[in-house]
């Protein structure tokens, strides 16, 4: 299985500044996610992250709003810019080397104020 | 996404077995999972399944499919105080590795 760490594991932000989330897996592999989950609620996919080129987004995700990098195949980070309250939640990357095993990180928890 | 349905909750003695159930939508071949969600931690994948399957057993825990019905339940047996935690059922079609969750089943193991 892939060990995944995030940074940071939380951060209390201000409204209309942006914070990027860092995802960092002990092996390469092929595709990296990123997931959104609400208080209280399940996960959501926000979207794809895509070694060498641009993220795939989810219907209701844009990049503007939630700009990915993935320079490689062990490393990714979603930015989540402009923010407001309705942001606050946690941020998963999730990872699979093409299996079906699917792992994700310890989870990023955003309040926003 | 398919749709992914659970119930919220369930409540167990210490040392009885729970059983956790799931219903999914996608009629195509599929793998279906567990994951389980411990307060302030992230997701930890317990077990998956494909669609071809009826049964996956490991250690404590079964997976039972019935294909026909769309249904999916994890039974935990001899259910301990470290069981409590949401567990989610999801679900990713074949070749598409993305997950659609359900609502989470918060477990709670009463003395």
């Known amino acids: 299985s892939a060990v995944i760490s995030q940074k940071p594991s939380r951060d209390i932000c201000q409204r209309g500044t942006s914070l990027t989330i860092q995802c960092q897996v002990d092996s390469q592999v092929t595709m990296m996610f990123w997931y959104r989950q609400q208080p209280g609620q399940s996960l959501t996919l926000i979207a794809t992250?895509?070694?060498?080129?641009?993220?795939?987004?989810e219907s209701g995700f844009v990049i503007d709003k939630f700009p990915i990098s993935r320079p490689n195949l062990t490393f990714s980070t979603l930015t989540v810019s402009n923010m407001s309250p309705e942001d606050s939640s946690i941020y998963l990357c999730?990872?699979?080397?093409?299996?079906?095993?699917?792992?994700f990180g310890p989870g990023t928890r955003l309040t926003v104020t | 996404g398919e749709d992914v349905e659970q119930s919220l909750f369930l409540s167990v003695r210490e040392g009885d077995s729970s059983v956790i159930n799931c219903t999914y939508t996608d009629s195509s071949s599929t793998y279906l999972y567990w994951y389980k969600q411990e307060p302030g931690a992230g997701l930890q994948l317990l077990t998956y399944?494909?669609?071809?399957?009826d049964m996956k057993q490991d250690q404590r825990l079964t997976v039972l499919l019935n294909k026909k019905d769309k249904h999916l339940s994890l039974r935990i047996a001899d259910t301990q105080t470290g069981d409590s935690a949401i567990y989610f059922c999801a679900e990713s079609p074949l070749n598409d590795y993305k997950l659609s969750f359900g609502a989470g089943t918060t477990v709670t193991v009463r003395a």
């Open positions: 399944i494909f669609s071809n399957m």
């Open positions: 999730s990872t699979t080397s093409g299996t079906y095993e699917q792992y």
């Open positions: 992250a895509n070694q060498g080129s641009e993220a795939t987004y």
